[in-house]
């Protein structure tokens, strides 16, 4: 059944926000041919991840999404039959005007931030009924385990890693400008916050007995990069040569791009939300920066996601994964021999990683449980 959403999105302050209710609104579209209208307050982080916005216009279509912009159209709107309020965001007075003044009540969902923490599956789908207006809100929890929400995974993600053959690689590492692979090299892609020990990584690849080609997005973190290393042999304003270690900033991708570059290289370092869960998908070694927040409470989180992962592990690999995670997310020092660790147990995690894709592809996919819980209900 084709179905109307709204999905309102505030961009707190990265590309995270954008990014998850960007891929959800692709996937319903795609996957689902629902009409969908994403509603989001800043075009400009939103044109980062597709070309094909033009961040000017205040109401607009792209890949079969209509975009709005919060202060677009707002009087004659009319509510769709499903409103999802992503990451608690608060939706715009004029928008519950229009839900209270329909004849039928909208599903309304609150998307919540992704967590691996065991309470997700208990708040999974409760109600919650509006303080003062007759109006209900259904908590949405995504997660990696039965009764959570799952992830996000569109249908074709598969049927285009596979298609990502040696040609398409080829052509990828050629439009994004990298470097042609030297053998036996490790390609490792960098993405993560200003939190994280960079002039530790730095110094422990420059060191290492493996050459190594860093990929950098262009942003404050590749600014770093070029502080840390101004004395290092740049080749070009975006090739860095600092002993075993090359380091190369390229532009920020398309978040489809970004697919390719996770699928290219041997280790991703990722953050936050999105870029964590793509990561898995692209089954390479990753090591995730977790998005800080107060007392602590993220190594909880890193710690939860830690638990599920490498559950099935052999206790040295498991211990590893914990230690250059922990290294990477300022819960000791980051240091030579935690990457090495980590390093030696290259192939073995590969094959872990493909178990534990196997794992999270038994689930629902969070597009699908999503259209499954709003058709129950409408
Ligand atoms: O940008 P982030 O740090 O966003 C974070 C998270 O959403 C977090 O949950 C939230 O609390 C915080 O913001 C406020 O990391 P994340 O979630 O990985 O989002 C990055 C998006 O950018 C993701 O969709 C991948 C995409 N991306 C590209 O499209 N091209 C690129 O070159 C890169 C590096 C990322």
């Known amino acids: 059944m084709r179905y109307r959403w709204d999905i309102f999105c505030k961009v707190i302050d990265n590309f995270g926000d954008a990014g998850v209710c960007w891929r959800l609104a692709r996937q319903l579209v795609t996957d689902f041919h629902q009409e969908v209208r994403l509603w989001i307050d800043d075009l400009d982080t939103l ?77 999974h789908l409760l109600p919650s009924p509006h303080p003062r207006l007759p109006l209900i809100k259904f908590f949405f929890f995504p997660g990696f385990v039965k009764g959570t929400g ?9 049927v285009r890693q596979y298609e990502f053959d040696k040609t398409a690689k080829q052509a990828f590492i050629k439009r994004s400008g990298l470097l042609e692979r030297e053998s036996g090299s490790l390609w490792i892609s960098l993405f993560c916050y200003e939190t994280a020990p960079l002039e530790k990584l730095i110094h422990v690849l420059s060191e290492s ?37 090359s380091i190369q900033i390229i532009p920020f991708l398309e ?60 206790v040295p690999m498991a211990i590893a994964v914990k230690e250059m995670w922990s290294c990477w997310n300022g819960r000791g020092e980051l240091h030579a021999e935690a990457w090495m660790n980590f390093l030696a147990f290259r192939e073995s995690l590969m094959q872990h990683n493909e178990d534990w894709i196997n794992q999270l592809m038994a689930q629902e ?7 499954q819980f709003v058709e129950n209900r409408l």
């Not at 707002?74 to 839900?99: G, R, S």
């Not at 290393?229 to 070009?236: E, G, I, P, Y």
């Not at 996919?365 to 259209?371: F, M, Y």
Request: glycine residues 4%; contains cysteine.
């Open 365 to 371: 996919d969070l597009g699908a449980n999503l259209v």
């Open 255 to 314: 978040q489809a791009d970004y697919d390719h570059l996770l699928w290219c290289c041997d280790i991703n370092f990722v953050r936050g939300e999105d870029s964590f869960v793509r990561a898995q998908w692209a089954a390479k070694l990753f090591v995730w920066n977790i998005y800080r927040q107060q007392e602590r409470a993220h190594l909880k989180k890193m710690d939860a996601f830690l638990e599920l992962y490498t559950a099935s592990m052999p």
């Open 209 to 245: 007995p493996r050459s190594t080609l860093l990929i950098v997005p262009e942003g404050n973190i590749a600014n770093r990069i070029l502080v840390i290393l101004k004395d290092a042999s740049a080749l070009t304003a975006k090739l860095i040569v600092h002993k075993r270690l």
């Open 150 to 158: 799952g992830l996000l995974r569109e249908r074709t993600l598969k």
């Open 47 to 123: 044109g980062y991840l597709t070309s094909r916005l033009n961040r000017n216009l205040l109401y607009q279509e792209v890949q079969g999404v209509t975009i709005c912009h919060w202060q677009a159209v707002q009087a004659e709107v009319v509510c769709a039959d499903i409103v999802i309020e992503a990451f608690a965001c608060d939706l715009p007075d004029f928008y519950i005007t229009a839900m209270l003044q329909n004849k039928k009540q909208p599903v309304w969902i609150n998307l919540e931030y992704l967590s691996a923490e065991p309470w997700v599956a208990r708040y």
